[in-house]
Structures are given as structure tokens and as C-alpha cells.
């Protein structure tokens, strides 16, 4: 549907003629333009009738040494009327029929109420209806309506004329080929010329003789269409380019004067403008170049249409060819120069303006087809995906890196025009003042310089009385001074040229004959004089080439700042900033040296009282002197603490030395024998009773030595020396390398064990500890030895002397070295043996580290880091930063903000770096980490990695992959300790409660002495049995917590730290309840015991004290219940297994979880619920019936086997999906009680934002919680019976499982993709139990319906139990099957509860095994089954 | 609505219920492999341990709009961390 509703003026144009005419010189203005080109044109025979109203337009051909080549064609223009061309598009039509009174506003109510029944959507363009009112056959009028939409225009007359249009852009936004002629052409007659442009020519030729007129040859194109034998045929096309999209018109003030508004408008989403007017306008505005559009500058999609008319003047010409109106060759010569850079300036910024916006609108577009593809969820393999990734992702980062270079430009280029429009703006106030003043430009410049010239302007000045102002320095001087200034050099300069214009003399007479100045002599003339030539009649200097001089300064000094960055820095210039120093008082003066001594004889480390202070040790009472200082002996944790604390990392400058301790003070005088030349002199002590040989502790450092034996002789320490150790020394004492002199003294030795041991009978038990020369004196004991002190070990064996020998751990070593210290009977001896374990020497780290990557080609950006460019930081910052007066809180998370999701842009990234390439890298890194790498080299790895040892370059590009195995090597560590310590705390409550059956035993009145003393005796043996599971359970706690704090997670902190170089060290806050005095003296009370018991081999008062220790603990670990989590409110945490934390110093991870596992609790709340509150009593009441009922109940037990056999399958499936959720659940316990346990302290803000996310889930669980009760309520009073009770919890259940159905869903892809980007964080098992619920909705709603059925089942099988089951096993085989089956039903009904109990209890508290045994223990459990296993032995 | 900031190329305007807070620009970088642009900016507010509270956020420079988002990728903090330190470095060596 096509209708002509409105016209508008257009000129139609005729050629009239077109030449190329040779022009001598410029042209004044446009009058004289016209003048000439007519002149010209009728010269070669061109006459016009008229000329006045006829139009010129001109093109520069060639510019000459002495004129122009310019191509003139003249038109003749006819006002034509244009009709404006409207689309109209039908969208409804239909009919009503027409009520009596129906007003015409009604009846269009009645279309739009007919056009939205039928779903289209009234937006806001006009429609247009059309009525057509008929008679129908019930003789009723009935109106046909038909609604388009269409748009009128508004005016079709000029509203705004813009006389000036200066500023702005206007932007090519869409050029098209337009062919305008379809020729065609003989061979032979092309064959005569040879140029192209000959040929060209010809076809152009050909075109005008057809009548095509062909007026501007830039814009056109010839293509070959076809040919034969004989012809070519060929296409002449037009390229035209509108001008759509206009900012702010810039147009030439002679090519366009006047501009109507034909249309407003605004574009809608992902529409071009060319439509957008299309639609509200109906004009096609690609078919003409005539029509501006220019943008509201509030308002990006509202623009307004313009029409633009060419009317006033009739006349184009290079504005190059015009003089300026000032007539000064020399002037328009400079202000040509200018002009032409300004134009030539102007148009690359217009173009790269264009080139700007056209890649953005490809960028959008772009994303659109990449948005499209994700959307249509393709089928695509792997490497498609990533190979389409790759694709976009090198497109728009080309795009990116385009943009980045196109805005510089720009800017660069507009800095450069404004220098220039600048330069114009004084060159045509210069011009204008030498035209106001009536001299050339050159006249008044010399008149400028001379005046300008600060000695002459000081005199002038002077003679005025002003000439103080010259003194001050510009910046000092006022306004007004400055005004001052200003008025009286024009003063001056005006005076000088009066003078020069009535006199015609040399100006620099006028100068001196004015003010009285001698130039002559004048030192301000000297740079002039050289010019100046008095003989001379022009008095102007000749050649005054300021302007060229100054263009080629400016290029000068652009050049150079183009070669500048972009900001340029003023270092020097912030001299008034003094940095802040702290008071003196706050200065802590320290030597940073952080010695440990380490006694190489028993490996004990001692340091001073400034260390103790500075890592916050106690002090302990074995002290020794080494060079007058007192040092204190530390423990071998607090010492590894030391050494990992202290090590040059980003958060400590300290630097650790370890000295073995050398030769003490007391060895130092007899070092050196004074008359032997400095010879070294060894004493050897030899026993005149046995004959054996001793020697001081450093005779053994010095000649590495096996120590064993300590005896004191002349009140000094000393060791025996072996056989073979005495030897060697005896037989190299003249070694020429290193001489020394043997003094052998003979003594009388009185033995410490003598005095310990007089008792011959005593049993003694003779220990080799193997000492491993090549491992740095590492100790290896037998199993035997091992099983003497019922260690565990924990790696790998060793052969040694045919006897399978384990590493003994250095705490381990000092149990075993105390208690054979102080043991009397058996009186255990240790004999140290040096070995040299060479088969297994420990691969370096970089050997392991080569293994890994060797032949792997792994990107710097494999392991995703991110690279800053274009750093621009503001002066003030950079003051600031200098200052030194303000420390930072860098916040990347402001509240208001949103987070940064994955958009599809980053999650392109995250992708694309792990390109194929990266991948592939990867995934073999993993495979070489899991499948080559032996136990030895991953230890050897993790050893490298817990702590900061290896921090020569963190290996960031490899160390993702590496963490992660590394982290789970620690965890199985850990989980082995873990392990033992639960069998030592099993067996150390089964000892205690034999123990206290003995106490019990002993209190009987009829115990003979013997049977007293045999219980006596047996107590004692269990006392040690349990003293040693104490001391096991203390090593492997210290060994778990160790890896857990120090290694595993260590390893993350640690490349946490390096990585990103903030520590977390100072989030860490005490406990926020009031601290607790009473409590703290009564543990250490206990503690210092245990130590001492530890001291003194007193196995009694270690378990005495342990307990207390344990027990104090346990009571005063409270741990409370919130909506939001569990939160320990006590003074301690009680944690006897060593507890590995995760997530703990992230938010999102804590968010999410705490979100799923609300949800999840709730339904494991529900579930656990019922299980305790009706379920449970039911089955268990069952399980406590008598057998006789098991076998009434056979037939019923038959008849509904199938159906709970049936069933079975369907809770195994929901235990699974809980035991999953619980996972969940947990994770938030452990998080949370993480958080309390270190200390962790979230502000008020954090907790009340964390408050409001949850709030939905609160009010949620407050629901459930509710109609819980009134179940349990209506329960109780009967109003229901059991089975609706189950029934309605069923239900309840069942809605929370959906819920947290949603909730996974929800979590669930977040999860994977936060999981994908924190390898550091083990979500693995997060991520499954997600999947598992997510796979599996329905498990949980079909075990909760299966229970209850099962239940009311189970209501006739009167109850099972284990006995029940084990008699039923002897019944044939085919009576078995069918009943094992009912009963398994029933069993694992059973099992539902207890493994919910147990989960319950274990998983959504924070206890574990261990904790219950101590609360049965504290609640005095009373063994019952070790007493009958006892009293059966006895 | 939402609470928002754009960066105008000069400052940061912070707007949080309906009032507008103008921040001063201190630093910015551009980052290639993540394809934004990042900015630092102070409301010259304290925080409570007596330090100077600067803000990073990142913007996307193909944005005609350039409204800011939370940095939370650990690479992209990684990165601030390291232009911070830059930053810090050369205007040490400057004033040496």
C-alpha cells in the first residue's frame, strides 16, 4: 500500500557545461570567483543568458607553480516538487457493528479493544483506520475497519534555519553503488588506446552520448558485465554516501545555509536509522544524501530529521581558492597552510571517527550472532566450541585492540587541531589588527617584535613610569597589571604605526625618535642589527620567515610529543611533601636476625629471650650459654615455626640462620695447645676401669662422630666414643689438611646409670637408632622397636641390616629418647648406628618439577593470569603515593555495586585460557601427577611446597595442577593421622574403663594382698598401655594439625599470598566473647602436668592430666544453634581430630553454601524428625519384642515381603540422596564453625547482609518448623494417628526437598563455574552431591512415601533384631530367602533411623566419633562390656 | 532502581539512593585478556583502621554507558594487586 501525501522542494540539476579552465591567480571572494569563471568560459566560447541564477561548482585538477587547473562545470537548477514516499502497512482489520450514539472516539476504543482480543499489541506509533460503514443482512449498520500503521510528517516547511553550521561531524554511515548506465563497447575500438584511463574514457564517452550525465568522475565505477568476440559489455555505477548520522552539523557555511526539521523520531532497540526514519518518517533516506540527522544530545535514540536546501549560494569552490578577505598574499598564504592542515586534520578524524563506530556496530552485531548461537544451544563438540570461542574471541579482541588505537589517534589529532585552530584564531587576529592599522602583515609583525622586545618595552615603559610591572615575574604580576600591560603595547604599537604610515621611516627610527631611545647602542638591538642595514631603503627586514619558522616548530615539537607518553609526570616538583614518621615511642629498634642453635648431638634447638618474645614462646628451664648469651631450649614445633615464620617471604623480613651449636664456651679453652703451632688438641678420656674411650660433644661435631653413653668427667659432659670412631681419629691425627694433636687422660668414670642402676637383675633393652648421614642425620628404628613404643608408622620401609626399619619422626624420637631416659626396668639403652642410605636418595624438587613439564610447551597464561596494560595514574595520586601520608583499604566490592557475574565476554576468558593447546597441556600435567610421579617424588614436592620453602618463582603457570594433587597427598595424610588417633582415643577409653574396674575391684573388702597387688600390677600396665595411646594421640594430632595449618592448607595461603600479595594475617581477630581467666589457669594447670608427666615418665599423672585437659575442653565447648548455622558461643572448641577447613576466607562459597545448605537442613531436619520423634520409637519399640512374635508374624512377614523388598531399592536410592545432602549441610557446619574456630570476624554489616539473603529461607524454615509442631501437637493429643502424622511430614518433606531442588538447580551452575576458576578449593564433593540431588528429585520423596509405607508394614512385623535375623538363617533355604528378604526391609527401615541418628548427630553438629566417646566417658559410661571381658579373664 | 556508577571519564559518580557521590579517578588500566578496563577511585572517605578507602571496579570500554561492576575474579584482584604495586614502585623510584 503506497500512498503520496506530502512534497517537498528539490532542485533538480542540468549540466550546461563543463570545462577545465586555467586560472593565474586566487579569487577575493565569490563575487569575483563568478566573475572570472564566467570571463574564462566565454573566452573559450561558452555563453551564458542569465549567468546570475545559474550555479557553478569547482574542482582543483592541478595545482601549478603560478595558477590553478580547475574543473568548473555550470548547472542550471529547477525547483522540483518531491513527493515523500509513505509506507503504509495494514495491521488489523475486521468489523463491528455500530451502536446507536457510538461516538467516533468510542469506535476506536471498540478497533484497539478488537485488535488486543486478538493479541496485537497497541504500541505507541500512530495507526491509522479506515471506516467503511455497511448495511448488513439484519439491516444493521456494521462498520469495516482496516488499521494501518503509518506516519505522518510533521511539516514539510523550513522551522530551523541554521545559518552557521561549524562544529560537529557528520559521518558517512552507509555508501551504495548506484548503476546508472549498462553500456556497451567494441573490442577493436578499445584496442586503439592503450592507457586505462584512455579507455575509461571511451566508455564514459559513450555514456554522455546516451544523454548520461557525468559530472563528478571521483565517484564512479566501470565494471566488465560480459563479453564475446566482438563486444564488452560494461556497468558505470555511482558510489553515493549519505550522510546520515549528525551529531552536530558541520557543513560548509557556502554549501548549505538552510535546513528544515522534517521529522522526529526515535530509533527502538537493535533498529538502523535508515529504518527507524523509514518508520516514522516513510522516507527512504538512502536514496538521497540531502537529509541530515541530527541526534538529541540527552537523548541518543531521539534525533530529529533535517532536509537540507541548497538555495542562497548557487556556488562550490574550494575554499583553498579563496583569498581571505584581508588582502595580504603573504598572510593568506600562512592562513592557507593552516587552513589545509585544519581541513586535512578534520577529515582523519572524521574518518577515524567512522572507522570507530563502524567497528562498534560490528562488535554489537558480533555479539548478537555469538549471543544467537549460545542461545540455540547447538550440538557442538568440544573443539567446535572452542575453536568457535577462538574465533570470536581473536575477532573482538582485534576490535578491542582497534578501538584502543583509533581513540588515541583521535585524541592525538584533536589535540593537534585545537593547537592549530588556536594558531589560526592569533593569525587572524594579527591579519585583522595589521588590516584595522593599515599595514601589511609584515609591518606590523616587526612593529610587534620590536615593541615586544623586553629592552625597548622597559625603556617605553619606564618613560611612562610603569616600567615596575616589567620587573615582577609574570606570575607575580595583577590583572591589573597585566591589563595594564596589554592596553599600553597597543598603545604603543598603534602610535608606531601612525607614525610609520605618515612618515614612511624605518621603524626602529620611529622607535627611537618616540621614546627617546638610543638603538644603536642598545644591547636589545644587537640580535637586529645584524638585519638592520641603515643604507638600506626598506626599512622592513627582508625575509621575515616567522610563520614558516613557527610551523615547522610546531611540527618540531608535536613530533616530539607524539613521541611522549601520555601523561607526562613533574618528578621534581613536589618538593613540600614531608612523609608522616611515626613517634619515636612507636619505633621498635630490632635486629632482624633470627638465630636458632641447634644441638647436632640431640637435635634440640635453643634460641634467645628476644626470639622467645618475638614468636611469642614460652620459656622453658633448660637454658644454656653460648658466647655469653643465655639460651632457652625450644620445642621442635615451635623451632619448624620458627624456621617457617621467619623465612624471607612477602610478610617477613626476618632471616633465619641455623648454626649448629659449635663448641660451647666451657670446650674453648683447651681448643687450641698454645706451644704447638695452633695444632688442634683432642682429648680422649679414657676409663681406667673398662677401657673404653669418651670425648667431649664437639670431638663428635668436629669428627662426626656416634655419641652415646653421657658421663660427666671433670664436671663436663661427655660421650663415650666407639671402637671404630676412636680409631679413625686415633689413626688420622697427624692428617696434614686438618692437624691436631691427641691428649689422652685417663679418669676414673663414675657412669650416670651406675648410680641409677645398681641393680644387676635389671633388664636391659639395647635400641639401635640407624642415623642416615646422607639424609641429614635421620633416624630409622626397627618395627620392633616401633611396636615397643606402639608407634604407628607412616611411611615408607626401609632395609636395614635385614631388619625392616622405619623414619622416625623428631618428636618421636624424643619420647623414645626421654622414656629410655628415665627407665629403670626394663632400662631401655639407645645405640646409635651411622648408615648411609644411598640407594634412595631424594630427588631434588626442580628433578621432580622437570619430570613433570619436560616436553610440555605450558603458556605463561596457562594457569590464567591476567596482564594490565595502558596504566595512566592522575597527578594527585601520584602527590598522594609521594606524600606518603595515607595508607590504603583497597575495596574491590562496594555494595552498591553489582557483581561482576560471569558475563558471557569473561566466561569467554575463562574458556579461551584454557585454549585446546592449554588444555592439552594441562591435562597431561594431571596425568603425569597422578600416574608418573612416585610416593617419594610427591612427598618430595609437598615437603617443597607446605610453607613457603620454595619461593624462588612459585611456578605460577604450573602450580594450579600441582596444589590441587599436593593438597590431596595432605588430606590422606591427614586422614591416616586422623585415623590412628580415633583407634588410640578408642583404646584409650577401653583402658580407662578397665581402669576404673580395677579402682572398683580394688575397693572390694575380701581381696587377699596377693590379688590386690596383681590388680595393682595390672593397672599400672594399663595405666602405661594408656599412656602411650596418650602420647600417640598428642605426636599425630601435632603431625595433622601440622599438615593442616602449616602444609595443606599452608599451601594455599601461601600462594594466596605470593600470588596476590594480600595476606590474611591481619583479618584474623580473637574470640569475641570475654575471655577466660579461671578457665585458662585450670588448663594450664593440666597442661604444665602433662608436660611434666611427659618429663618424668610419670604415666599416671599424663593420663590424669590428659583427661582433665580433654575433659575441660569438652566442657567448655558450647555450640549454639542459629537460623543461619551453628556458632561456638563457648570459651573453647573442642576438636580432637585435627579438622581441615575450607572455604573459610571466601565469602561466595560461604554464601552459597549456607543458601543450599539451609534448604538441604530443613529436609534433613523433616527427615531426622520424624525418624526421632515417631518413626524411631515405633521401629525401635519393635526391636525390643520377643522372639516368639517373629514367628507369628511369619505369614504376614511372606504377604508383605514383595512389597517391601519392592521398596527397598527405592530408599537405598533416597539414603544415598541424603547422605549427599547432608554433605551439604555440613559444609556449612564445618564452614561455619571454621570461621569461629579461627577467628574469623565478619562486621555487623556482613552478618545483617547475610541476615536479609537468607530471609527467605528463614521465613521458610520457620514454616516448616511450625507445621511440624502442630503435627507433633495434634499427634500428641490424638487428633491424628500415626500414619496421617507420617503422611503430612511426608508432604512437608517433600515440598522442602523441592525447594532445595530449586536451589541446586539454581547454585548449581554458579558452582561449577566458581569451581572451574578456585582450583584451590576441593568442591569436587560439593559439586556431586548438587549433581546427585539434581539427578535424582524425586529419591528423596519416594523414600520418604516408601518409609511410611515400610512402616505401616513393619506395624505386623512386631519388631526384628540382629539375634532375630541370625535365627532365621538356619530355616531352609527357600522359607530364608523369602524372610531375610521382609527382614531386610525391616532392617534397613531400622538402619534409616540409626544412620539418620547417626548422620544427624555427626554431621549437622560439629562432633564426631571422638566426641562422643568422651561425652559417654564424662557422662561415666560404664564399660559394661570390658568389665564382663575382664572379670571373663580373670 | 538500582544503585549504580559510571565512570565519565573523568570522575566516577556513585549513585545510592538517589544521591549522587563524585569520586575522584586516581588510577586506570586497560587489560587485554579480559577485554575491560579497570579504574581506581576514592570518595576520599576513612575506613575505620585510619586508611584511605580506594575503590577498583571495572568497566567494559565498549560501553557507551560506562557503568561499573565488583571486581570478584581472582585473577582480575590478582592483576589490581600487581598494577597497585606497580603504581607504588614508580612513584618510589620518582621520587628518589
Redesign the interface.
Same mark, same amino acid.
Given at each position: 500500500m503506497e500512498e503520496f501525501d506530502f512534497f517537498d522542494t528539490d532542485y533538480d540539476e542540468k549540466i550546461l557545461a563543463k570545462q577545465i579552465i586555467r586560472i593565474d591567480q586566487k579569487f577575493k571572494d565569490l563575487e569575483d570567483a563568478r566573475n572570472i569563471i564566467f570571463e574564462k568560459l566565454e573566452e573559450s566560447g561558452n555563453f551564458f543568458e542569465n549567468s546570475e541564477n545559474l550555479s557553478i561548482k569547482c574542482k582543483i585538477v592541478e595545482e601549478q607553480e603560478d595558477g590553478y587547473l580547475l574543473d568548473v562545470t555550470v548547472l542550471e537548477e529547477t525547483v522540483v516538487k518531491v513527493p515523500y514516499k509513505i509506507e503504509k502497512e495494514e495491521v488489523f482489520s475486521g468489523s463491528f457493528t455500530l451502536e446507536n450514539g457510538m461516538t467516533e472516539e468510542e469506535q476506536k476504543r471498540k478497533v484497539f479493544e478488537l485488535m488486543m482480543a486478538d493479541g496485537i499489541q497497541i504500541v505507541g506509533t500512530k495507526y491509522d483506520i479506515q471506516y467503511d460503514e455497511i448495511l448488513d443482512e439484519d439491516r444493521e449498520t456494521k462498520i469495516n475497519f482496516v488499521v494501518s500503521k503509518g506516519v505522518n510528517i510533521n511539516s514539510s516547511k523550513p522551522e530551523i534555519i541554521y545559518k552557521e553550521i561549524s562544529k560537529g561531524k557528520i559521518v558517512p554511515v552507509y555508501s551504495f553503488n548506484e548503476d546508472i548506465y549498462l553500456g556497451k563497447i567494441k573490442i577493436e575500438e578499445l584496442q586503439e588506446v592503450s592507457s586505462e584511463n584512455e579507455r575509461s574514457n571511451l566508455m564514459l564517452e559513450k555514456a554522455r552520448l546516451d544523454g548520461i550525465e557525468i559530472d563528478n568522475l571521483t565517484n564512479l565505477v566501470i565494471g566488465i558485465s560480459g563479453y564475446n568476440d566482438d563486444f564488452i559489455t560494461y556497468v558505470i555505477s555511482k558510489t553515493n554516501e549519505i550522510e546520515a548520522i549528525v551529531e552536530q552539523a558541520r557543513l560548509q557555511k557556502d554549501e548549505i545555509i538552510e535546513t528544515s526539521v522534517v521529522g522526529t523520531g526515535s530509533i527502538d532497540f537493535g533498529e538502523s536509522i535508515e529504518a527507524a526514519v523509514q518508520r516514522n518518517s516513510g522516507i527512504d533516506i538512502r536514496s538521497s544524501a540531502n537529509y541530515i540527522i541530527i541526534f538529541d544530545e540527552t537523548h &541518543?535514540q531521539k534525533y530529529t530529521l533535517h532536509k537540507v536546501s541548497i538555495k542562497k549560494n548557487n556556488m562550490t569552490i574550494p575554499s583553498s581558492l579563496l583569498l581571505n578577505t584581508l588582502n595580504s598574499e603573504l598572510s593568506s598564504n600562512q592562513l592557507k597552510e593552516i587552513d589545509f592542515d585544519i581541513e586535512k586534520l578534520h577529515q582523519e578524524i572524521v574518518e577515524l571517527e567512522h572507522t570507530l563506530s563502524s567497528s562498534?556496530n560490528k562488535?554489537i552485531e558480533r555479539e548478537d550472532k555469538i549471543s544467537q548461537i549460545l542461545d540455540k544451544d547447538l550440538l557442538l563438540s568440544d573443539d567446535e566450541i572452542v575453536s568457535l570461542y577462538e574465533k570470536y574471541y581473536n575477532e573482538?579482541?582485534e576490535d %578491542? @585492540?582497534n578501538?584502543?588505537l583509533l581513540e588515541r589517534r583521535i585524541k592525538e589529532k584533536n589535540k593537534k587541531l585545537k593547537r592549530l585552530l588556536k594558531l589560526k584564531k592569533k593569525k587572524e587576529k594579527e591579519l585583522l589588527t595589521a588590516k584595522e592599522m593599515g599595514l601589511s602583515l609584515d609591518e606590523y609583525l616587526d612593529i610587534v617584535n620590536i615593541v615586544e622586545d623586553n629592552g625597548f618595552f622597559k625603556k617605553m615603559l619606564d618613560q611612562l613610569e610603569i616600567g615596575n610591572i616589567l620587573e615582577k615575574d609574570s606570575e607575580e604580576r595583577s590583572r591589573k597589571d597585566k591589563k595594564i600591560l596589554r592596553k599600553v603595547k597597543k598603545e604603543i604599537i598603534e602610535e608606531i604605526a601612525l607614525r610609520y604610515k605618515k612618515d614612511n621611516l624605518p621603524i626602529l627610527e620611529i622607535v627611537e625618535e618616540l621614546f627617546d631611545l638610543d638603538v644603536s647602542n642598545g644591547n636589545a638591538l644587537e640580535n637586529v642589527s645584524v638585519l638592520y642595514d641603515p643604507s638600506s631603503e626598506v626599512t622592513i627586514v627582508e625575509e621575515p620567515k616567522t610563520y614558516n619558522t613557527q610551523l615547522a616548530e610546531i611540527e618540531r615539537i608535536e613530533k616530539n610529543v607524539a613521541s611522549l607518553p601520555e601523561k607526562v *609526570?613533574n *618528578?621534581g616538583a &613536589?618538593g613540600e611533601y614531608e612523609p608522616l614518621k611515626a613517634p619515636d615511642d612507636m619505633v621498635e629498634v630490632y635486629d632482624n636476625n633470627v638465630i636458632l642453635y641447634e644441638d647436632s648431638i640431640n637435635s634440640n634447638f635453643y634460641v634467645n629471650e628476644r626470639i622467645l618474645k618475638l614468636f611469642n614462646i614460652e620459656k622453658s628451664d633448660d637454658e644454656i650459654s653460648i658466647n655469653d648469651e643465655i639460651l632457652y631450649r625450644i620445642e621442635y614445633d615451635d623451632a619448624q615455626f620458627i624456621m617457617n615464620n621467619a623465612s624471607s617471604n612477602s610478610y617477613s623480613y626476618t632471616r633465619v640462620e641455623i648454626v649448629e651449636e659449635d663448641k660451647t664456651e666451657e670446650d674453648a679453652e683447651d681448643i687450641f695447645e698454645d706451644d704447638q703451632d695452633n695444632l688442634e688438641k683432642i682429648t680422649i678420656y679414657v676409663d681406667r676401669v673398662t677401657g673404653e674411650f669418651y670425648a667431649k660433644k664437639y670431638v663428635f661435631i668436629r669428627f662426626n662422630a656416634v655419641a652415646s653413653n653421657q658421663v660427666i668427667i671433670n664436671d663436663k659432659t661427655c660421650y663415650k666414643l666407639d671402637l671404630e670412631d676412636f680409631r679413625f681419629i686415633a689413626d688420622n691425627f697427624n692428617n696434614e689438611y686438618s692437624p691436631y694433636v691427641l691428649d689422652y687422660q685417663y679418669v676414673d668414670i663414675k657412669r650416670e646409670e651406675d648410680s641409677l642402676h645398681n641393680d644387676d637383675k635389671n633388664e636391659e633393652v639395647i635400641m639401635t637408632f640407624y642415623r642416615d648421614l646422607n639424609d641429614n642425620n635421620q633416624i630409622y628404628v626397627s618395627t620392633e622397636i616401633l611396636n615397643l613404643f606402639e608407634l604407628t608408622p607412616n611411611n615408607e620401609e626401609i632395609e636395614i641390616d635385614d631388619e625392616r626399619c622405619y623414619k622416625l619422626s623428631n618428636d618421636a624420637v624424643q619420647l623414645i629418647t626421654n622414656i629410655a631416659k628415665k627407665s629403670e626396668n626394663p632400662k631401655y639403652i639407645i645405640k646409635f648406628e651411622n648408615i648411609s642410605i644411598n640407594k634412595k636418595v631424594r630427588p631434588h624438587v626442580e628433578t621432580v618439577l622437570n619430570k613433570l613439564t619436560e616436553n610440555l610447551d605450558i603458556g605463561a597464561?596457562d594457569y590464567?593470569?591476567? &596482564? !594490565?596494560?595502558?596504566?595512566?595514574?592522575?597527578k594527585? /595520586? *601520584?602527590k598522594e @603515593?609521594?606524600s606518603g601520608n %595515607?595508607? %590504603?583499604?583497597? *575495596?574491590?566490592?562496594?555494595p552498591?555495586? !553489582?557483581?561482576?557475574t560471569f558475563k558471557f @565476554?569473561?566466561k569467554l576468558?575463562a574458556k579461551l /585460557?584454557l585454549s585446546k593447546r592449554g588444555k592439552k597441556v594441562m591435562l597431561e600435567l594431571e596425568r603425569r601427577l597422578n600416574e608418573e610421579l612416585t610416593e617419594e617424588e610427591i612427598e618430595v614436592l609437598f615437603d617443597e611446597y607446605k610453607g613457603t620453602q620454595l619461593k624462588t618463582d612459585m611456578n605460577n603457570q604450573i602450580n594450579g595442577m600441582i596444589l590441587k594433587k599436593l593438597r590431596q597427598h595432605g588430606l590422606e595424610k591427614v586422614e591416616k593421622l586422623n585415623d590412628a588417633i580415633k583407634d588410640d582415643y578408642s583404646n584409650l577409653f577401653t583402658l580407662l574403663g578397665s581402669i576404673k574396674t580395677i579402682d572398683r575391684e580394688k575397693q572390694y573388702d575380701d581381696l587377699t594382698e596377693k590379688e590386690f597387688n596383681a590388680l595393682e600390677l595390672e593397672k599400672k600396665s594399663l595405666i602405661d598401655q594408656a599412656a602411650e595411646r596418650i602420647k600417640n594421640i598428642l605426636i599425630c594430632r601435632k603431625d595433622a594439625n601440622n599438615l593442616l595449618s602449616g602444609g595443606v592448607h599452608g599451601l594455599e595461603e601461601d600462594f594466596k599470598a605470593v600470588? &596476590?600479595?594480600?595476606s590474611y594475617v591481619g583479618m584474623r581477630f580473637a574470640k569475641n566473647n570475654k575471655f577466660d581467666n579461671e578457665l585458662q589457669h585450670e588448663l594450664s594447670e593440666y597442661g604444665s602436668g602433662i608436660t611434666r608427666a611427659l618429663e618424668n615418665g610419670d604415666n599416671e599423672a599424663l593420663l590424669e592430666n590428659f583427661m582433665g585437659l580433654e575433659s575441660c575442653y569438652f566442657d567448655n565447648t558450647k555450640i549454639k544453634t542459629g537460623l543461619t548455622g551453628k556458632r561456638s558461643v563457648g570459651s573453647k572448641y573442642y576438636s580432637p581430630l585435627a579438622e581441615q577447613f575450607d572455604y573459610r576466607d571466601d565469602p561466595?562459597i560461604r554464601d552459597i553454601f549456607t543458601t543450599v545448605a539451609l534448604s538441604s537442613s530443613m529436609v534433613s531436619m523433616v527427615n531426622s524428625y520424624r525418624v526421632h520423634q515417631i518413626e524411631a520409637n515405633e521401629v525401635l519399640a519393635k526391636q525390643q519384642s520377643e522372639v516368639e512374635k517373629v514367628n507369628n508374624s511369619y505369614d504376614y512377614i511372606d504377604q508383605a515381603s514383595s512389597e517391601i523388598s519392592n521398596n527397598k531399592d527405592i530408599i537405598q536410592e533416597g539414603l544415598k540422596a541424603q547422605s549427599h545432602q547432608d554433605v551439604l549441610t555440613s559444609a556449612t557446619t564445618i564452614e561455619r564453625s571454621a570461621l569461629d574456630m579461627n577467628n574469623w570476624s565478619f562486621n555487623n554489616a556482613y552478618h545483617q547482609a547475610d541476615d536479609l539473603g537468607h530471609n527467605f529461607y528463614n521465613q521458610f524454615h520457620q514454616n516448616v518448623t511450625n507445621s511440624i509442631n502442630d503435627i507433633t501437637s495434634k499427634y500428641g493429643n490424638g487428633t491424628i494417628d500415626q500414619f496421617e502424622a507420617l503422611q503430612s511430614i511426608t508432604d512437608i518433606a517433600n515440598n522442602a526437598q523441592s525447594s532445595l531442588i530449586k536451589v541446586c538447580n539454581e547454585c548449581s551452575g554458579i558452582m561449577k563455574t566458581y569451581a572451574e576458576?578456585?582450583p584451590n578449593f576441593d568442591l569436587r564433593g560439593i559439586q556431586e552431591s548438587l549433581d546427585y540431588i539434581l539427578e535424582h528429585p524425586d529419591a528423596l520423596s519416594k523414600m520418604n512415601q516408601a518409609m511410611t509405607d515400610t512402616i505401616k508394614i513393619s506395624n505386623g512385623l512386631q519388631g526384628l533384631s540382629k539375634n532375630h535375623i541370625e535365627a532365621l538363617s538356619s530355616l531352609p533355604s527357600d522359607i530364608l530367602s523369602t524372610v531375610v528378604c521382609a527382614a531386610s526391609a525391616a532392617g534397613l527401615a531400622l538402619n534409616v533411623s540409626h544412620s539418620l541418628n547417626k548422620k544427624y548427630l555427626k554431621k549437622n553438629d560439629y562432633r564426631n566419633d571422638v566426641v562422643e566417646m568422651m561425652e559417654q566417658y564424662l557422662n561415666g559410661f560404664d564399660y559394661q562390656d570390658n568389665e564382663n571381658e575382664l572379670a571373663k579373664k580373670r | 532502581m538500582d544503585d549504580t556508577a559510571i565512570y565519565n571519564g573523568e570522575k566516577v559518580i556513585l549513585e545510592k539512593n538517589n544521591e549522587e557521590v563524585e569520586c575522584d579517578v586516581l588510577f586506570t588500566f586497560d587489560c587485554e585478556d579480559t577485554m575491560r578496563s579497570y579504574v581506581g577511585y576514592t570518595d576520599h572517605s576513612m575506613g575505620k583502621n585510619g586508611r584511605k578507602n580506594i575503590y577498583v571496579s571495572s568497566y567494559s570500554p565498549f560501553d557507551k554507558k560506562q557503568e561499573l561492576v565488583n571486581v570478584t575474579d581472582e585473577r582480575e584482584l590478582a592483576m589490581i594487586a600487581e598494577v597497585l604495586e606497580e603504581i607504588d614502585e614508580s612513584t618510589e623510584q620518582k621520587s628518589k
Open positions: &541518543t562498534f562488535l573482538q579482541r %578491542y @585492540l578501538k584502543i *609526570v *618528578v &613536589t597464561k590464567k593470569r591476567f &596482564t !594490565a596494560s595502558n596504566i595512566k595514574v592522575s594527585e /595520586f *601520584v @603515593l609521594k %595515607y595508607l %590504603y583499604n583497597i *575495596v574491590h566490592i562496594i552498591s555495586l !553489582a557483581k561482576a @565476554l569473561r576468558c /585460557f600470588a &596476590t600479595k594480600l561466595f576458576n578456585h | -
